[in-house]
């Protein structure tokens, strides 16, 4: 079965500083990962995704992560925090292929607080 | 805009009332998903349809909720006899399902309130 585990479930830092966000991941097969992130009152946005291509994988607002099959990780990360970056972040794995539907399994988020 | 559309976004009703939720997908997706959000988790997926067919559901959609998409286009998700357990935010999402890989576009959510 498919799950993903966030190791923080809040992460806070200062502006300018590097963020790092902990998610591994459990599959039986080679997994789609995805970070989502999730403002107050907004809608879930799609960071990144990884599909099996590079294993680093760059994303909007200068957020990037790694896939490690060794470790099972997928962590996020972004070089200088800024302040419109405070907002929940979601790993997730899709479930099944083409043909399994792709649903989505949530890790339980991680808040990302930015102190000025 | 093109995007993901979920009416209404916020319902208050009382236990026992039915509630019936709507959502627009993108209009060339294929794959339309529901999944439920409650405070301080990540959403958890509810059921999906490719086109018009309800293919999966979760174990978490008890027989008091019933989802439907008529023409492949838009769907309805109903609560009847909802319970203060319901009280969540509902969110819809859609992609292209071409693969495992696919974006799923979301909504804004409704956010159901039982009291």
């Known amino acids: 079965a498919q799950s993903v585990t966030q190791l923080d479930s809040h992460v806070s830092v200062s502006e300018g500083t590097p963020v790092l966000l902990r998610c591994n991941y459990s599959s039986s097969y080679s997994p789609s990962l995805f970070w989502y992130v999730q403002h107050p009152n907004k809608g879930l946005q799609l960071l990144l995704k990884y599909t099996s291509a590079a294993t680093l994988v760059k994303g909007i607002n200068g957020f990037e ?4 099959k060794s470790e099972t990780s997928f962590h996020l990360t ?3 925090a800024h302040m419109s970056d405070a907002a929940e972040y979601f790993c997730v794995v899709s479930v099944g292929a083409l043909y399994q539907g792709g649903k989505l399994i949530f890790g339980q988020g991680t808040e990302l ?4 | 805009d093109t995007g993901v559309s979920q009416d209404p976004r916020h ?6 009332q039915n509630v019936t939720f709507r959502c627009d997908p993108i209009s060339e997706h ?11 988790q990540g959403p958890e997926f509810l059921t999906y349809f490719q086109n018009e ?6 174990r978490l959609l008890s027989n008091r909720f ?7 286009s838009f769907s309805t998700l109903e ?13 819809c999402a859609s992609s292209s399902g071409q693969g495992a890989g696919d974006e799923q576009f979301f909504g804004p959510g409704t956010r159901l309130t039982v009291l």
């Open chain 2, 11 to 16: 319902k208050i009703t009382k236990r026992g």
């Open chain 1, 65 to 68: 992560a790694e896939f490690k």
């Open chain 2, 53 to 58: 067919a309800q293919l999966e559901k979760s």
């Open chain 2, 79 to 91: 609560i009847q006899r909802t319970e203060q357990g319901d009280s969540a935010m509902y969110l």
């Open chain 2, 66 to 72: 019933s989802a439907e998409r008529p023409k492949g």
């Open chain 1, 113 to 116: 607080s930015v102190k000025p």
């Open chain 2, 30 to 40: 294929n794959r339309l998903y529901w999944y439920r959000q409650t405070l301080g």
């Open chain 1, 78 to 80: 972004k070089p200088s």
